[in-house]
């Protein structure tokens, strides 16, 4: 079986060998394609002023030139945050910044990608739908964080009801992450709608939601079982949400086994569908691959073509572990 990771993450400390060793890990493990986000900032959002506005920059660079020797592997997202104080308070101007950063992503970096995570702005506020409608006419794929944050952040501005004033703008793409954790009610709340309000076809969908986690161990199978239980099974989408570059036999122990299993155990106890029949498999395939990749496909017009950098690019706000990282 194809896989499809749709939640991994650069540090920023990669070295020249690193997209190699992604894809070695991918081959050893049968990933076919990765969604690759840009670092994040090591730095609270608080804090983020114009010289912060550089390194945002910076990041998108380095992730289109990470992924630039395999462009139908990694697919780039860049990071967006249109925070207010980097435009000395204002969000509309804050939006305006990053209007331009998502444009210069497109054209110039060649990503299709973009990542944001909601922290002193909030995803419905009307002040963001002038870049929602932008990054949907340029063609490009949205992934939000939803739900707590480990590191202190406030996971209050990312409660997954917020998301529906995105639904402002029906041709956003968008995947939201860690099916919203712990507001995994709310989440399958918001992606029951989708169907009643853009019909059966998941090709017209506004948002899917991934599975990588997330909930403390008592939770996850009961968040997985409540999601296939209650969810069509086009509405899941795996990813681990790791740091990249990491072993094959960790990339195994840590994410993908213990997703399988729990996708197995769900689907088992819901009756879903039974253990070796077609439909079983058919439905493995989707959440493990298909979902995100037509999720990609009907928001990306045209493929990514992500850059190389004429120069070495150093990223040294970039946050550098794993631990520090957890839950965003
Ligand atoms: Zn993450």
């Known amino acids: 079986m194809k896989i499809l990771d749709a939640h991994t993450h650069l540090s920023g400390s990669e070295t020249g060998e690193t997209a190699k060793d992604i894809i070695a890990c991918m081959d050893a493990c049968d990933v076919d394609i990765s969604f690759v ?5 090591n730095v609270h959002s608080w804090e983020l002023s114009d010289e912060h506005l550089q390194d945002i920059r910076l990041h998108n660079d380095y992730c289109s030139d990470l992924c630039s020797s395999y462009t139908d592997r990694l697919y780039g997202f860049c990071v967006l945050n249109p925070v207010p104080s980097l435009a000395g308070g204002s969000l509309e101007r804050a939006v305006t910044l990053m209007t331009a950063e998502v444009r210069r992503c497109y054209h110039d970096l060649g990503l299709r990608g973009v990542k944001m995570v909601p922290t002193h702005w909030y ?17 490009m794929y949205v992934v939000f964080h939803a739900g707590i ?14 998301f529906e004033g ?63 239980d209650s969810l069509p099974p ?7 949400d790791l740091f990249w570059p990491t072993p094959p036999e ?30 079983r498999k058919q439905m493995r395939e989707q959440v493990f691959f298909q ?38």
């Not at 995803?123 to 340029?138: G, S, T």
């Not at 990306?300 to 004429?310: D, F």
Request: charged share 20%; hydrophobic share 35%; net charge neutral.
């Open 37 to 41: 986000y840009a670092p994040l900032l």
């Open 123 to 139: 995803p419905n506020a009307p002040e963001l739908v002038p870049l929602y409608h932008e990054i949907a006419h340029l063609g």
């Open 149 to 162: 944050f480990m590191d202190g952040q406030q996971g209050s501005y990312c409660r997954p009801t917020y």
């Open 166 to 228: 995105i639904r402002q703008v029906p041709k956003l793409k968008v995947q939201l992450a860690h099916l919203g954790w712990p507001w995994v009610d709310e989440a399958i709340a918001v992606l029951n709608m989708e169907s009643n309000i853009h019909g059966p076809d998941p090709a017209n969908w506004q948002f899917r939601a991934d599975v990588s986690f997330g909930p403390p161990d008592d939770w996850q199978l009961s968040s997985w079982q409540r999601a296939v």
């Open 234 to 240: 086009t509405a899941l989408i795996y990813g681990s």
């Open 250 to 279: 960790e990339y195994q122990e840590k994410y993908l086994y213990p997703q399988r299993g729990l996708f197995e155990v769900s689907v088992t106890n819901g009756h879903i569908t039974s253990e070796g029949s077609p439909t």
């Open 291 to 328: 979902n995100a990749l037509n999720h990609w496909n009907s928001a990306v017009h045209k493929p990514q073509r992500p850059q190389a950098a004429k120069e070495k690019i150093t990223t040294s706000r970039a946050r550098q572990s794993h631990r520090q990282h957890t839950g965003r």
